[in-house]
Structures are given as structure tokens and as C-alpha cells.
């Protein structure tokens, strides 16, 4: 060998080579690999865990034919109304029973064997999604009615919701954790691209009921995932009131401010910095899309989060999960504001990808933190109070989006609430330092 040189990496020494030998070894693909394992998401938990398996599997399908229904309805409140803020009070509608359900879901995931409550639940959701389709097959149904099934599939979904996040960590143990609930916001994210956009395509060419039909469906793939998972009872000592058992998992939340704080800047974004409530107006004024351009808007966010959360390997094993958090949200605001002055649908879609992608490495990390605070006797409290913001922030963003854009147009809304969202976040920063300097252990 020369003198000074040394082979790189994946190299072979070129005096160690038979003579007209070839080595086959790219030069950098260990470099490449190294890198792959490092961004990409841990999956070892669908590997390894069957129950786990089944019941991402189940819900990826089940979830698919909820997000249909998610553009469904505003998209006929928008046809019976014309009205912007109608389908802004659609937040208000949801956010109430949301709130209440949230507060003795967790309660009662903690308490009961979370298998049969997910059951339970699952049907009710179902239900709901049958008398929105009958209600569709009449032409026009009462907007009060409509309002109403919307209120009661809340009130399910926030028992439903934390139940199955709860679930994750008994499944998959604590070493799997993190790789389970990226692959968690994966199956979210990815139901949030494929359903608006399949959506939209059932709606523009099959109508309404046709769409409604389709979630009623998907149920079932829901429904056989959990039958399969094994009991997850929970012990007589556990069995606390009703009222006491959600105090306590109130107190215990008000005692970590690394939470508070999550949960504050999370309330800032979607409050203020999520649009969705002005999407039928933009899709049918502004980029004259009709339904599949609103498909496409619904569906933008999940795709970037998406591929965000495939690739947040390395976000996962970051020890500064709260400076991650409090970055993401900055971006999330930024993005928003420039997406209320493009007239061009393309650019709007991309601009709504990036900031999806800035919100899954905001949820990777903020549900990272609370699952390993939490114990399991208080999970699926500290869950719900979790999917309450992360859920009912939106709505109420619904409805103040809803409201400003009925005054001052659509663009005014979401300029104003991109900049309202950056002011929420250093409000959040400055009252709860903590995030900002929360380091894991390990």
C-alpha cells in the first residue's frame, strides 16, 4: 500500500485484491445505509408484536373510510348553506361533547378492559356513519340534524381515541415505544392523505350517501382487529370513583409542565393556524377545484406528515424532544401565512405538505414525552386530555376561522391566524421554559 493512504470505508485494499480480481463493494453504501437506519422510523414493533400488527392494520383501513366522512360533512354543510361559518361551527358543534367525553374517557380506559371499550366504541362510531349516510340517501337532512350526529360521533371518538393509544405501550413494551407510536402517527397521517383524496373522488362521482356508505364499511376491518387483541383488563385496585379517577389524572398533569407546555403550544397552532374550516370556500372560489381540489387540500397536510413521520428515526431518538417541538410550530406558522396569499392550487398543496410535515415531528415528539411520564394506571387519562387539545384545538379553529373569514374573507383568516399561532407559541414558550429545555434520559 502507498504510504498515507488508507482505504476509506467500504473499500478494499488494493494489495489484498487477487490479481484481476474485482471487489463489488459500492464505496459508499455503508455511508447510505447508516443513514437510511438513522431517519428511518423504528418498525420493529410490526415485526415483533402481532396484536400491535393487527390492530395498525385494522385501524389504517377503519381510519380511511372516518377521514372520508371528514370531508363529507362540510362538503354538504357547504352545499345546503353556502355559509363559511356554518362549516366553521361544525368545530364549536364537535368541541363540546369532545371535552366532556375526553374527561371520562380516559376515566374509563383506565378503568375497563380497554379491548371491550374499544368494541363499544367502534360500533357507535359506525352508527353514527349509517344515519349520516341515510340522512344523505333523503337529499337534504336537516342541518340541526346533521349537527347532531356530528356531536354524538365526538362524544364516541373521544372515549375511542385515547382507549386505542393507551393500548400501544402493553402491546409493544417500553423498549418499542417510541418506534410504535411514530409508526402510530404514520397510520394517522397516511388515513389523512388517502381518505380526503379518495374522498373527493367518491363524492365528485358517486355522491354523498356512496361516501358515507364507504366509512360504514371500513368498520368492520376495525372491528375484527380488535376482537383478535388479547384482554386488557385492568385490577380491582384500580377502580377508583369516577370523579376521583379523573381529578387525579388531572393533578397529575397540572404537576408536569413539560406536558402543560405541549399542550399549549399545540393549542396555538390548530386554534389559530389551521384553516381547514375555509377549505370549501378556497376549493370552490379561489382555486375553483370543485370537490376533488377539496380532497386534495384535506389530503395535502397527511402527505407531508407522512413523510415526515417515515422519517423521523432520528427525531425519535433525540434527547431535545421540546426544542424540536417548539421549532416545528415556528415552521408550522411561517408556512401558513404563505399559504393564505398563493392563488395557485399546487402551491398550496405543497405549502400545506411542508407544514404537515412540521406538525408530525411536533407530535412525534410531544407523544413521545407524555408516554414516557405517564404510568399505566394514568395513560389512558393523560391520553385523552392529549387527544382533547390535539383534537378540539381544531375545532375551536374551525370556528374562529369560521368567523373571520365570514367578516373579512378567507385569506384574512388565514394570514391573521398563521401570525396569531407565531404569538400563541412564544406566549406558550415563555410561560413553560421547560420544554424548551426537556432532555430524555436515555
Known amino acids: 500500500m502507498s504510504e498515507g493512504l488508507t482505504p476509506e470505508p467500504g473499500q478494499s485494499d488494493p494489495e489484498l485484491i487477487p490479481e484481476g480480481g474485482l471487489t463489488a463493494v459500492p464505496e459508499r453504501r455503508p455511508i447510505a445505509s447508516r443513514a437510511f437506519r438513522t431517519l428511518a422510523v423504528d418498525a420493529r414493533s410490526l415485526r415483533e408484536s402481532g396484536p400491535f400488527r393487527r390492530l395498525w392494520g385494522g385501524q389504517l383501513i377503519s381510519l380511511i373510510g372516518r377521514q372520508i366522512t371528514t370531508v363529507a360533512v362540510p362538503f354538504q354543510v357547504?352545499?345546503?348553506?353556502?355559509?363559511?361559518?356554518?362549516?366553521?361551527?361544525?368545530?364549536?358543534?364537535?368541541?363540546?361533547?369532545?371535552?366532556?367525553?375526553?374527561?371520562?374517557?380516559?376515566?374509563?380506559?383506565d378503568r375497563f378492559d380497554r379491548r371491550r371499550v374499544l368494541i363499544v366504541t367502534q360500533l357507535g362510531l359506525a352508527s353514527c356513519s349509517a344515519l349520516l349516510a341515510v340522512g344523505a340517501f333523503t337529499g337534504h337532512p336537516p342541518l340541526l340534524a346533521i349537527y347532531?350526529?356530528?356531536?354524538?360521533?365526538?362524544?364516541?371518538?373521544?372515549?375511542?381515541?385515547?382507549?386505542?393509544?393507551?393500548?400501544?405501550?402493553?402491546?409493544?413494551?417500553?423498549?418499542?415505544?417510541?418506534?410504535?407510536?411514530?409508526?402510530?402517527?404514520?397510520?394517522f397521517q397516511t388515513t389523512l392523505v388517502a381518505g380526503p383524496a379518495i374522498g373527493g373522488l367518491v363524492i365528485a362521482h358517486l355522491g354523498l350517501p356512496a361516501a358515507y356508505s364507504a366509512d360504514v364499511i371500513t368498520f368492520g376491518a376495525a372491528l375484527t382487529a380488535v376482537a383478535l387483541l388479547p384482554p386488557q383488563g385492568r385490577s380491582a385496585l384500580e377502580h377508583e370513583r369516577p370523579v376521583a379517577a379523573i381529578l387525579r389524572g388531572l393533578s397529575f398533569a397540572r404537576r408536569q409542565p413539560v406536558i402543560l407546555g405541549g399542550f399549549a403550544m399545540d393549542l396555538a397552532a390548530m386554534i389559530f393556524g389551521l384553516p381547514r374550516a375555509v377549505f370549501p370556500v378556497l376549493a370552490a372560489?379561489?382555486?375553483?377545484?370543485?370537490?376533488?381540489?377539496?380532497?386534495?387540500?384535506?389530503?395535502?397536510?397527511?402527505?407531508?406528515?407522512?413523510?415526515?413521520?417515515?422519517?423521523?428515526?432520528?427525531?425519535?431518538?433525540?434527547?431535545?424532544?421540546?426544542?424540536?417541538?417548539?421549532?416545528?410550530?415556528?415552521?408550522?406558522?411561517?408556512?401558513?401565512?404563505?399559504?393564505?396569499?398563493?392563488?395557485?392550487?399546487?402551491?398550496?398543496?405543497?405549502?400545506?405538505?411542508?407544514?404537515?410535515?412540521?406538525?408530525?415531528?411536533?407530535?412525534?415528539?410531544?407523544?413521545?414525552i407524555m408516554q414516557r411520564i405517564?404510568?399505566?394506571?394514568?395513560?389512558?387519562?393523560?391520553?385523552?386530555?392529549?387527544?382533547?387539545?390535539?383534537v378540539g384545538g381544531p375545532n375551536l379553529g374551525d370556528v374562529e376561522t369560521g368567523v373571520v373569514a365570514n367578516a373579512f374573507g378567507a385569506e384574512v383568516a388565514i394570514?391573521?391566524?398563521?401570525?396569531?399561532?407565531?404569538?400563541?407559541?412564544g406566549a406558550a414558550a415563555v410561560a413553560f421554559p421547560s420544554v424548551w429545555r426537556y432532555r430524555t434520559d436515555s
Open 415 to 425: 394570514v391573521t391566524g398563521g401570525a396569531l399561532c407565531l404569538v400563541g407559541l
Open 374 to 390: 405517564a404510568p399505566d394506571e394514568l395513560r389512558g387519562r393523560l391520553t385523552s386530555l392529549y387527544f382533547m387539545v390535539v
Open 148 to 187: 347532531a350526529v356530528v356531536a354524538l360521533a365526538a362524544l364516541v371518538g373521544a372515549v375511542d381515541a385515547p382507549t386505542r393509544t393507551a393500548i400501544i405501550p402493553n402491546l409493544v413494551g417500553v423498549d418499542r415505544l417510541p418506534g410504535a407510536l411514530s409508526l402510530n402517527i404514520v397510520l
Open 285 to 368: 372560489t379561489t382555486f375553483h377545484a370543485g370537490a376533488q381540489g377539496l380532497g386534495l387540500l384535506y389530503a395535502a397536510p397527511g402527505a407531508g406528515a407522512v413523510i415526515a413521520a417515515l422519517t423521523s428515526g432520528a427525531v425519535a431518538r433525540s434527547k431535545r424532544l421540546g426544542r424540536i417541538i417548539v421549532v416545528a410550530i415556528v415552521v408550522w406558522g411561517v408556512v401558513i401565512i404563505a399559504f393564505g396569499f398563493t392563488q395557485t392550487l399546487w402551491v398550496a398543496l405543497l405549502l400545506l405538505a411542508v407544514a404537515g410535515g412540521a406538525d408530525s415531528f411536533s407530535a412525534v415528539c410531544r407523544t413521545t
Open 78 to 109: 357547504y352545499s345546503l348553506t353556502r355559509s363559511a361559518l356554518d362549516v366553521g361551527l361544525l368545530g364549536i358543534v364537535q368541541a363540546v361533547p369532545l371535552v366532556c367525553g375526553s374527561l371520562a374517557g380516559g376515566a374509563i380506559a
